[in-house]
C-alpha cells in the first residue's frame, strides 16, 4: 500500500474487510492520524499523512478501532485502552444504570468496589455518579491495574480511587456498599466464533468463562458476602441466558435477586443482588 492511499480507497478496504461503517472509521482515522477532533475535518478536503495507510492496514486486519485510536468512550467518558484490557462496551453502562436505579440516595454510597475492573471504566463511571464514594478496583494483572490507575488521574478520580493487582476478592477485606463486577462470561468453544476483533485481539483471559460460561461466577460470588455492607448491593453483568445458573449460584451463597435490568438490546444483562435477610419484606 502507498502512502498515498486516498479516502475513497480507503472505504473500499475498510468495506471489504467486514468493517460496517467504513466511511465514519476512516473519518476516525484521519483525524487520528492528523491528531485532530473528527469535528473539526467536516467540510474540508485534508489530504491523508503517510500514517495514515498503516492505520487504514490495522483496521483492515480487523484491529479493534479503539486500540488504534487509543481510547473509547464509556458513560461519556474517555477512558485509554490497550492489548490488556477488554475494550469498554456500551451493554455495561446497563450495571450503572441499574447501580443509579438500585441507589437513589447518592451520598448513602460511601465504598464501591470494582471486581476484574480492567480499564476502570465501570469503577470510574459509578464513581462520577456518586460524589461521596471512594472506589477499589482490583484486577489481576498488575499492567492492567496501572491502566486503570491513569485513567482515574486523566479523570481527576485519583484521589478517590484505589487500584490494586489481585485475584478477585481474595486480597480484601472490609465492606462496600456497592460491588460491581464484569466477569469472563462466554463459554470456551464460543469464543473463537466471536467476531474477529474479540477473538483475534482481546485477552481471552478476560473472555472465558469455561465451558458453560459460570467459572467466573463460581470463584467470585462466594466471598461476595462478607464485602457486602449492610444492606450493600452487588451488580454483575450477565452472558446471554445466563440469568438462573448465575441466581442459583448465588442462592446458595446467601445472596437474593434485588431485580436484572436489560441493555438496549432487550437482552438481561445486568443483575442486582443483596444479602438475603435485606431482600425479605
Known amino acids: 500500500m502507498s502512502d498515498g492511499l486516498s479516502l475513497a480507497a480507503a472505504v473500499t478496504r475498510l468495506a471489504a474487510a467486514g468493517i460496517a461503517a467504513p466511511a465514519r472509521e476512516v473519518r476516525l482515522l484521519l483525524a487520528h492520524a492528523l491528531g485532530r477532533a473528527p469535528e473539526s475535518l467536516i467540510g474540508e478536503r485534508t489530504p491523508p499523512p503517510p500514517e495514515f495507510a498503516n492505520l487504514v492496514a490495522r483496521r483492515a486486519s480487523r484491529e479493534p478501532l479503539a486500540f488504534i485510536l487509543g481510547h473509547r468512550e464509556f458513560w461519556s467518558l474517555s477512558f485509554a485502552v490497550s492489548p490488556a484490557t477488554l475494550v469498554p462496551r456500551p451493554e455495561t453502562e446497563t450495571l450503572v444504570e441499574a447501580a443509579l436505579a438500585a441507589c437513589p440516595h447518592r451520598e448513602a454510597v460511601r465504598r464501591v468496589l470494582d ?116 444492606n450493600g448491593l452487588a451488580i454483575l453483568e450477565l452472558g446471554d441466558g445466563a440469568l438462573e445458573g448465575v441466581a442459583q449460584l448465588a442462592a446458595a451463597e446467601g445472596l437474593a435477586v434485588k431485580g436484572v435490568r436489560p441493555d438496549l438490546s432487550g437482552k438481561l444483562r445486568a443483575l442486582v443482588l443483596t444479602g438475603a435477610s435485606a431482600a425479605e419484606p
Not at 145 to 162: D, F, H, I, Q, V
Not at 189 to 206: G, K
Open 115 to 230: 471486581l476484574g475492573t480492567g480499564t476502570g471504566c465501570l469503577l470510574l463511571a459509578a464513581l462520577s455518579e456518586f460524589p461521596d464514594a471512594f472506589g477499589v478496583g482490583i484486577d489481576r494483572v498488575p499492567e492492567v491495574a496501572a491502566l486503570a490507575r491513569a485513567n482515574a488521574k486523566a479523570l481527576g478520580l485519583a484521589e478517590r480511587t484505589a487500584f490494586l493487582a489481585g485475584d478477585w476478592a481474595t486480597s480484601l477485606a472490609g465492606r462496600f456498599d456497592l460491588v460491581l463486577a464484569n466477569p469472563p462470561y462466554i463459554e470456551h468453544s464460543a469464543i473463537r466464533d466471536l467476531m474477529p476483533e474479540v477473538a483475534w485481539f482481546e485477552p481471552h483471559s478476560a473472555l472465558d468463562g469455561g465451558e458453560d460460561g459460570l467459572d467466573a461466577y463460581r470463584r467470585l460470588l462466594p466471598p461476595l458476602p462478607l464485602l457486602m455492607a449492610e
